[in-house]
């Protein structure tokens, strides 16, 4: 899935709504920052987690925020203005042209399920960290993220088109063994799973029910069909028996 336009406006949403900030929460307390450290968000996106590890290393730290689409980077420019210690590159999470042994830590909210060759991108950032150095890293069990309310048969067209959207359906089962074989120890998980039962208008659910309509139409869905289930689901929230549920899992560990 591309992040830009109304995909990359939905996710930024998505990362203000309060389990955005509840990620961005575990993920800071996993990495135990210190002023004057030098942090790595891969895929930073609209640069919501930049700028607080840019609050907490202060000016005399750096925060890079990597991503590969412009028009989030855009985004995070205007968020972290005013803030020296934060630089935001355009790049690619498999090949991060960064000196190696860098960072003090590496951060990476749900991006990892996106990339194709993950393993290269689990070893850039082993290579960018001094040892010690610790990685926080949050993907989803998307077999398990799934929004209840609408037709049974028409839900199910939609899931079978949405795991298309990322590369990796269940990648936090996979990290551990991924993470020991590029040299990382200490390894544990976390789960943080959450339901929505209402899509209020700041609902991870509301903004994550726009973008799966709009990737189900981007591959084939007839508009008409997304445009039903999505009243479905709105008429579900009215009658009370809409529901979304999510679990996403960090995974931290330390560079031997
Ligand atoms: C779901 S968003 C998460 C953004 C941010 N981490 C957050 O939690 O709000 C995924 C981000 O990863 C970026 N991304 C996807 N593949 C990437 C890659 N191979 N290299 C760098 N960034 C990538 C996308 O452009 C997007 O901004």
């Not at 907490?56 to 005013?82: F, I, R, W």
């Not at 981007?218 to 508009?223: H, R, V, W």
């Amino acid at each position: 899935m591309e992040f830009g336009g109304d995909t990359g406006l939905w996710q930024r949403k998505i990362a203000e709504s309060k389990e955005g900030v509840a990620r961005r929460l575990v993920t800071i307390e996993a990495l135990t920052l210190l002023t004057g450290q030098s942090i790595l968000d891969v895929g930073c996106g609209g640069g919501h987690l930049v700028k607080e590890i840019g609050l907490a290393v202060g000016e005399t730290g750096k925060v890079v925020g990597v991503d590969s689409s412009p028009e989030q980077l855009e985004s995070a420019t205007l968020l972290c203005e005013g803030f020296p210690q934060i630089e935001l590159v355009n790049g690619s999470a498999t090949d991060l042209s960064i000196g190696s042994g860098s960072f003090d830590s590496v951060a990476s909210i749900q991006v990892l399920d996106y990339v194709p060759d993950v393993d290269t991108a689990i070893g850039e950032m082993r290579r960018v960290l001094r040892p010690g150095g610790k990685v926080a890293l949050i993907s989803v069990l998307w077999d398990h993220w799934r929004f209840h309310g609408a037709d049974p048969i028409l839900n199910e067209r939609i899931f079978e088109v949405w795991r298309d959207h990322c590369k990796h359906q269940m990648l936090p089962l996979e990290m551990p063994m991924k993470l020991s074989k590029v040299g990382f120890q200490g390894i544990v998980q976390k789960p943080i799973g959450f339901i929505n039962s209402h899509m209020h208008s700041n609902a991870f659910a509301y903004f994550a029910s726009k973008l799966v309509a709009a990737f189900a139409v981007s591959k084939g869905i007839a508009q008409e069909d997304a445009l039903l289930w999505l009243r479905q689901l709105a008429d579900a929230d009215k009658s009370g028996d809409f529901g979304f549920v999510s679990m996403p899992v960090l995974t931290s560990a330390v560079a031997s």
